[in-house]
């Protein structure tokens, strides 16, 4: 058969598959099925691989932080760091799918303001089931995780209630080990002087500060001399009687150190005292629980870096007086403000600073300047706490409830989310979650 013929027969052949309709559907559908079925199993590929990735770096992640806190508190040092690293790693990631898996480790010493970083660099692999028809055996993923730290410093108010309830069941005895671990523990995070600041707030109605501030000029003295003096007679008559009497204040020199909350709206921000502003100051009390017998509250520590001395401040706590969480609050902010009552140390503009306060508490409030209703006392402790939040102080709660009160709701409205809120059901509980609250700030302290 000449090439011609050939040629006619096979043009011939064509044009009829093009003009036939007998079976257009299926050879359509065979010819479209295979990219369609190419892009679904390429889809499946890839998200195994996605899903091994993603994996991989919330594993990298917790390793990078559990590296920077081991290096930071002196549990390893940089020759460990690979070895500490893949112990780590493998004990987190557990995606089947992954093959080839490595990761390597780059520590990064600090430099002047430039904080001390570690950089965790994974890959690995998947065995594809559809690509590989389309010559790609396997898929390859990677993903990094980075760590700074060094240049993140903390300071937190210990904010502890004292009040008289807190004798029973133990609470008081469990407190006082449970909140010096937690001195250790965060004080264990400290490489320098300075890194890491601690307060201590001992509350019940009021706060002490102790007799030795009573000249202080941003107290409030106001109600103090109207209800702590008596009448003086200032004229008599001829035959000795008195004539006039003159209300005349005692000496300061015999306040106990007691204050009360702040004028409203005050009681709720940490505006500082302004001299001749009385509204702005702190009001001295007489409050019967700041005399000097034995059961009197605990006085203020301001930030500290001195462990021993704050830890020795925990031993003085004796429970005693009536509940006002919002008052603890607003002192322990006050304890981390650059101005009066405690002008707290200046800031270095080469570090980060992460403020919290920590506040345990047994009981509803029932007790303030103001009134002894507690949905009233609640209203402006939420308040104060919106404020404190808004000023990027971060809010741990703990209620000790090993009674019958209902869960508090402003303690669960304060804290700084709702993993930041710890119910006690058992004074024993009591070490396990300032533990527990250590390690949470542990991560504020190591920033990723």
Not at 69 to 82: E, P, Y
Not at 100 to 109: D, F, K, L, P
Not at 377 to 396: E, F, M
Request: charged content about 15%; proline content about 4%.
């Amino acid at each position: 058969m000449s090439g011609a013929s050939v040629f006619r027969k096979f043009r011939e052949a064509a044009s009829r598959f093009i003009g036939a309709r007998e079976g257009n559907v299926a050879v359509i559908f065979a010819l479209s099925a295979i990219p369609i079925i190419s892009f679904v199993g390429a889809a499946i590929d890839y998200t195994r691989a996605t899903a091994a990735r993603s994996s991989m770096q919330a594993a990298l992640d917790s390793t990078a932080l559990m590296l920077s806190k081991d290096l930071s508190t002196g549990t390893i040092n940089t020759s460990q760091i690979n070895t500490k690293a893949t112990a780590y790693f493998n004990a987190l990631y557990n995606n089947k799918d992954a093959q080839g898996v490595s990761i390597t480790a780059t520590y990064t010493a600090p430099s002047g303001s430039t904080p001390a970083s570690i950089k965790l660099d994974g890959t690995g692999q998947i065995t594809t089931d559809f690509m590989r028809v389309a010559g790609f055996p396997q898929m390859n993923f990677g993903t990094s995780s980075t760590t700074n730290w060094g240049n993140v410093r903390m300071r937190v108010a210990l904010v502890l209630d004292v009040t008289g309830s807190m004798a029973d069941a133990g609470k008081m005895d469990a407190l006082k080990p449970a909140a010096k671990n937690l001195i250790d523990q965060l004080s264990a995070l400290s490489t320098t002087s300075g890194d890491i600041y601690i307060s201590i707030v001992p509350f019940s109605k009021d706060v002490n500060m102790g007799p030795a501030y009573k000249d202080a000029a941003w107290i409030d003295w106001t109600d103090w001399d109207a209800n702590n003096g008596s009448n003086v007679c200032t004229a008599r008559d001829s035959s000795g009687r008195c004539t006039n009497r003159v209300w005349t204040p005692n000496s300061h020199d015999t306040w106990t150190g007691c204050f009360t909350d702040r004028t409203q709206n005050y009681d709720t921000t940490n505006t500082a005292p302004v001299a001749g502003n009385v509204a702005t100051l702190f009001p001295a009390e007489q409050y019967s629980y700041c005399d000097d017998s034995g059961s009197k509250i605990a006085t203020i520590m301001p930030l500290s870096y001195d462990w021993t001395a704050l830890k020795a401040k925990i031993d003085t706590m004796v429970p005693t007086g009536n509940t006002n969480q919002g008052i603890g609050l607003a002192w322990g902010w006050m304890t981390l403000t650059q101005s009066d009552p405690f002008n707290a140390p200046a800031k270095d503009p080469n570090f980060v600073y992460k403020d919290a306060i920590v506040i345990l508490s047994d009981g509803m409030n029932t007790q303030n300047r103001w009134t002894s209703t507690t949905s009233s006392i609640d209203a402006r402790q939420r308040i104060l706490c919106d404020n404190a939040k808004a000023a990027n102080i971060t809010i741990y709660t703990v209620q000790v409830n090993t009674g019958s009160d209902p869960t508090s709701a402003v303690l669960q409205y304060c804290a700084q989310n709702t993993s930041s809120f710890y119910l006690i059901t058992s004074a024993s509980q009591t070490a396990a979650v300032f533990s527990q609250i250590g390690t949470q700030l542990s991560k504020l302290r190591v920033a990723r």
